[in-house]
Nanobody, 126 residues
Framework: QLQLVESGGGLVQPGGSLRLSCAAS????????IGWFRQAPGKEREGVSC????????NYADSVKGRFTISRDNAKNTVYLQMNSLKPEDTAVYYC???????????????????WGQGTQVTVSS
């Protein structure tokens, strides 16, 4: 069964950090670009960051630039999202997704992605 599994979410205070992981099972992520998305209550899902298959290209939404870092370890078949200086507005369910596409600012169209994880909850609150 081909699937992506996110982990690492939780409750953190404002200003804190979390690292999300996106692990693949049943297939290799080596040739896929990966995107992280999030959906807050009552809002549409939005793209947060994406990374090319070789890790050489990355993109970030303006709302997370300078605070979040995307990376990947193809040997572990895993992609990470390091989230620092978290704010209450970062509270959302975070999803990872895999697809074949060039990474640029327009790489968040959901039609580009073939596989999606089930999401992990991130709550930023004091």
């Amino acid at each position: 069964q081909l699937q992506l599994v996110e982990s690492g979410g939780g409750l953190v205070q404002p200003g804190g950090s979390l690292r999300l992981s996106c692990a693949a099972s049943g297939f290799t992520l080596d040739y896929y670009s990966i995107g992280w998305f999030r959906q807050a209550p009552g809002k549409e899902r939005e793209g947060v960051s994406c990374i090319s298959s070789d890790g050489g290209s990355t993109n970030y939404a303006d709302s997370v630039k300078g605070r979040f870092t995307i990376s990947r370890d193809n040997a572990k078949n895993t992609v990470y999202l390091q989230m620092n200086s978290l704010k209450p507005e970062d509270t959302a369910v975070y999803y990872c997704a895999a697809g074949f596409f060039w990474v640029y600012s327009g790489s968040y169209h959901e039609s580009l992605y073939d596989y999606w994880g089930q999401g992990t909850q991130v709550t930023v609150s004091s």
